[in-house]
């Protein structure tokens, strides 16, 4: 069972409803240890002061903003706990908008909000409301000695909370080289249709237990294979092919179509069936239904 890691409440105007929250991640990534490959032997990494084999205790070491080679301006734990916001146990709604209007490349962790005791019509009134109006809430919270902004959103009768970046922290693409074109190439009208059909063909209804971690579930096996006493080779590399020119769009939009057509049912990329039209309503023959309706209620 999940416990709390932060309790406060939700206030906006002059409601509050009392919240606990709970994370909404379970990390499942694997823990490796550094050994020395002679003897198992544990390493073990030391603080040391540069250009000495000193070992610096903990109690001794500050922190410092390096604004040249080798000049630094020390800040006492003082001086940026004096910095620290004004500790808060209050969610504060700023504004509410809509979830479209939200980049997600400014969404950052994501957490659970529950009700605290006694606090459960209240939490269940702001979700129905939240969720009937499909707004999200943006709100300020200080968090583990840090102000965060967040979105709160409703989903199925629980509010979710996610912190996010702030505007200056997220970079523009307009001032990543490469990234934005000078001058946009032309794209002809048929390469735009046939990218948009392989588009189609590889559209499916979003299930995220289609996606596994391979990497992870990979190493776990080969973990239990090396334990049980197997042997495991590794595989060579296969080799890389030269860089080639630019591939003719038209062809590999095709071959990419062609392939995806050939994939047996169930399979990633099967495509999509086209939804059906609705069939249009002719009121004349509505008309003429409801009437015998009635006569055969007589």
């Known amino acids: 069972m999940a416990r709390a890691i932060w ?3 939700i206030s906006f105007g002059l409601l509050n409803v009392p919240v606990r929250l709970y994370s909404a991640v379970a990390r499942r990534g694997i823990s490796l240890r550094e050994i020395r490959a002679s003897d198992n032997a544990r390493i073990r990494h030391r603080r040391v002061a540069e250009g000495t084999d000193e070992e610096v205790p903990y109690e001794e070491i500050v922190k410092a903003f390096e604004i040249s080679k080798d000049r630094y301006i020390p800040l006492s734990k003082e ?4 910095l620290d916001p004004e500790k808060t146990r209050a969610i504060e709604v700023q504004d509410f908008v809509d979830l479209e209007e939200i980049d997600p490349i400014y969404f950052d962790s994501p957490y659970y909000l529950g009700p605290a005791a006694g606090a459960e019509k209240a939490y269940s009134l702001l979700a129905r409301a939240m969720e009937e109006s499909g707004k999200v809430a943006i709100a300020r919270f200080v968090f583990r000695n840090r102000e965060h902004l967040a979105a709160i959103r409703p989903g199925e009768g629980v509010l979710t909370l996610t912190t996010m970046r702030f505007a200056d922290e997220v970079v523009p693409p307009a001032e ?14 048929r390469e735009i249709e046939m990218a948009r059909q392989l588009i189609d063909s590889l559209t499916r209804e979003f299930d995220p237990a289609a996606y596994r971690d391979e990497h992870r579930e990979g190493l776990l096996a080969m973990i239990e294979r090396k334990a049980a006493g197997e042997e495991v080779v590794a595989v060579p590399e296969a080799e890389q092919p030269a ?12 071959q990419s179509i062609a392939a995806t057509r050939s994939k047996p049912d169930g399979k990633p990329g099967k495509p999509a069936p086209k939804p059906k039209a609705k069939p249009r309503k002719a009121p004349a023959a ?4 409801g009437r015998a309706k009635a006569k055969s209620s007589k």
């Open 7 to 9: 309790s406060g409440s």
């Open 243 to 254: 860089a080639t020119k630019a591939p003719d769009l038209m062809a590999a939009l095709e």
């Open 176 to 189: 990543l080289e490469d990234v934005v074109p000078a001058e946009a190439p032309k794209v002809a009208k």
């Open 79 to 82: 001086e940026l706990a004096s």
């Open 286 to 289: 509505k008309k003429r239904a």
